[in-house]
């Protein structure tokens, strides 16, 4: 049986009795180490195996495994379409499967601000730059999602993890090669750091402000508001930040 194990947002910690159970009597134990900086590194002294993204998309290895597997995926499992390939290959060739749910980024990052969660739009990645590689189709998507009066959750690229003052810059980048207003200085937008985590930080503030506020650490995650009703208006305005 292949179990995929939706590890939440602080593994071990965040791991269900029943994932644990399962995990207990897996013969192998992966553990994706893409989709977030913040995956399994230790379970019980059980021996781990470390997945990239390249061996995770490349994934026949998983189907030949003997006995009970384990893949162990950040928040919950088919947030990321990699795991669900994976899946539906396993039951195509008859593998049992089980599948265990857990908090994903998705939809409790807009939630976690008070943000009402029939309003959240598409998620957008957000890409680090590199060299010749700016593209602005993040900048597109969160656009066409606040234009239809919809919340945005933003993911920064993870390899290696993006610093809140890059991504600000980069959506500020983008606004200067668009210029449709969205990311301006004056611009609020919601931040989580480290979300259900210890050192878990939220903060809500014009981007100016955000990028001298340095109280956060990765993994974080951008929430681009979209039309507030006045109960979201209230939220935010419990994490304000002003320096």
Known sequence: MIGFISAGFNPPQSLTKEEMSFLRVSDTIIVDTYTSPNYLRSFEGRELTFASRERMEDFEWILRLKGNVSIVIPGDSFSATT?????????KEGV???????????????TRLGLHLYKVGPAVS???????FRPVSPYDKIL???????????????????????ALDELQWMEAERNEGLFR????????SGLGMPNEKIAFGNMSTLKKWNEGDVPFTIVVPGELHFQEKEALELFRVRL
């Open 83 to 91: 795991h669900f390939s994976i899946y539906q290959q396993a039951v």
């Open 96 to 110: 049992e499967i089980k599948v265990f749910h857990n908090a994903s980024i998705f939809p409790v990052a807009a």
């Open 126 to 132: 957000l890409p680090r730059f590199k060299g010749r």
């Open 144 to 166: 066409e999602n606040f234009r239809r009066g919809l919340h945005t959750i933003v993911l920064l690229d993870t390899e290696p993890p993006m610093r809140l003052s890059d």
């Open 185 to 192: 200085d004056e611009t609020s937008v919601g931040v989580l």
